[in-house]
């Protein structure tokens, strides 16, 4: 494992901040600048100034501009050929194009990472720059976390990863290099947990509290939207779906699917769930929680009048269903994702 500067004192760890043309510039700076942060901040009360934990450096193929998936060109500090050994290597976020990831296109950059790995290094991604981390075969066979919007792609490039989009933050291998961070904005996770395991806890507070950074703590669930699967090809279960997607509120909605599916109940339940990868039930379910959470983001009806207008007569059951989909209880989801006062347009008077 990485040496941890706050307790060795020894000189900052390297971090390679890896640039490639499918990179998006958001994140690439923001871990840049939230890494560098040691520079800008003051030390707490009269203590002496100390050297920062970190050293960052951008890095690629070679040394110089390069114009990223945002058409926003960066300076890559130095080429991988001039880097032998380096303590954590960070690819962020990349864009997918309409043909997905396409494999094979950085090879150097790939042999680059596995060299590193060997070597001690931490190989850590933001959001969708585990594609190219996957590429190295050595998360074969290990949890890890990707955009939930880019989940179903990254599981058919790469099937031998175990792959857990509701999560902020994965941390595997055998000496816990192996580091993914979920959806968009989790790099800030990613960030606050190097700084908390290298430079210690308060380190990573003083951070948080310089930048305004949260973890998200209670996981990336609440932000998932559900779409039910359709790409399956059975015309029976695609009709009861294309049914139940604007009548999921109505009691016992099981039956009039089963009846328009043309199917014995037994039958169908298997095809469905074969089809959907969840019962029809569960299926409900999802549907009627999501319309629940539209509800509470846009509207200030009580969470029962919103249990009985998405299907549910015992709002203590709705309450806690919708808990279990999403993490949060109702009114917390709506405290979280409500558009706040101060954003909303004027009242025309």
């Known amino acids: 494992m990485p040496r941890n500067t706050a307790e060795t004192g020894i000189h900052p760890l390297h971090v390679s901040l890896v640039a490639i043309p499918e990179a998006v510039v958001s994140t690439l700076s923001g871990i840049f600048d939230v890494m560098n942060a040691f520079a800008l901040l003051p030390p707490p009360g009269n203590a002496p100034a100390s050297a920062p934990p970190f050293g960052v450096e951008i890095v690629g193929l070679w040394p110089g501009p390069l114009e990223l998936a945002s058409r926003v060109p960066v300076m890559v500090q130095r080429g991988i050929a001039a880097i032998e050994t380096t303590d ?27 060299a590193m790995h060997r070597r001690g290094a931490l190989l850590c991604s933001a959001c969708s720059g585990v594609f190219l981390l996957a590429e190295t075969g050595l998360f074969d066979g290990v949890d890890a976390t990707v955009h ?28 816990e290099e192996l580091i993914t961070s979920g959806a968009s904005m989790t790099w800030h996770d990613l960030v606050l947990y190097l700084i908390a395991r290298h430079a210690g806890a308060t380190a990573a507070q003083a951070v948080a509290r310089y930048f305004a950074l949260q973890w998200h703590q209670d996981g990336l669930a609440p932000y998932i939207v559900f779409e039910g699967r359709n790409d399956h090809g059975d015309v029976a279960i695609q009709t009861a779906q294309d049914w139940i997607a604007t009548h999921f509120s109505v009691a016992n909605p099981l039956e009039e699917m089963v009846r328009r599916a043309g199917l014995a109940e037994r039958t169908f339940k298997r095809r469905f769930t074969g089809a959907t990868g969840l019962s029809p039930i569960a299926y409900v379910q ?8 539209r509800r509470l983001e846009r509207t200030e009806a009580p969470v029962d009048e919103i249990s009985w207008q ?26 979280r994702f409500m558009i706040p006062d101060y954003a909303q347009p004027p009242r025309k008077e």
Request: charged content about 30%; cysteine-free; hydrophobic content about 40%.
């Open 88 to 114: 954590i290597v960070i690819v962020p976020s990349v864009l997918l194009g309409p043909d997905g990831w396409q494999k094979g296109r950085h090879p150097e950059l790939v042999d680059w990472l596995r």
């Open 286 to 293: 999802r549907l009627r929680i999501e319309d629940a959470k």
């Open 148 to 175: 939930f919007g880019y989940a179903e792609a990254f599981h058919s490039t790469f099937p031998k990863v175990a792959i857990h989009p509701e999560r902020v933050l994965v941390v595997a291998g055998e000496r």
């Open 310 to 335: 998405v299907g549910y007569e015992d709002p203590a059951f709705f309450r806690r269903l919708f808990k279990r989909v999403t993490g949060l209880t109702p009114g917390r989801y709506r405290r």
